[in-house]
């Protein structure tokens, strides 16, 4: 068994699929004739978008949507850069939302968090050096 996908469910695949482009620099994989589910070539796993429609037929006991004006959910995407102040800076400039700054870990890694446009939340990280 293999990670396939995170599938994020959204009010917008269409323009979910848009900000990931603009803001992480992601290439649009593709997108339904109905702009209701799309992935991202993202590396070895898929980032996909479904409509809250889509996600509504696939969970007959209804699921809990992001809320961008509420705390985000205990669940973050993580993106890896060997640019972290570049690209934290331009997801900013993109339309992401600050959600805490550019900090260094005791290890060394430099981590920030940013809100995506529906709300959910993304690590922009350097990689963890091991020696």
């Given at each position: 068994m293999?990670?396939?996908y995170t599938i994020i469910y959204v009010e917008d695949v269409k323009d979910t699929i848009e900000f990931?482009?603009?803001a992480f620099g992601f290439q649009q994989k593709f997108i339904?004739?109905?702009?209701?589910?799309?992935?991202?070539?993202?590396?070895?796993?898929?980032?996909?978008?479904a409509s809250i429609e889509l996600g509504s037929s696939n969970f007959k006991k209804g699921?809990?949507?992001?809320?961008?004006?509420?705390?985000?959910?205990?669940?973050?995407?993580?993106?890896v850069t060997e640019n972290i102040e570049s690209d934290f800076k331009k997801a900013l400039e993109m339309g992401a939302i600050e959600f805490e700054a550019l900090t260094e870990k005791p290890w060394g890694q430099k981590v920030g968090?940013?809100?995506?446009?529906?709300?959910?939340?993304?690590?922009?990280?350097?990689?963890?050096k091991t020696e």
């Open positions: 293999k990670y396939g990931y482009e603009k339904t004739p109905e702009n209701d589910y799309g992935e991202l070539i993202s590396g070895e796993t898929t980032i996909a978008f699921f809990v949507k992001t809320n961008r004006n509420e705390k985000p959910f205990g669940v973050e995407m993580v993106f968090y940013v809100r995506d446009n529906n709300g959910f939340l993304i690590e922009i990280c350097t990689p963890i």
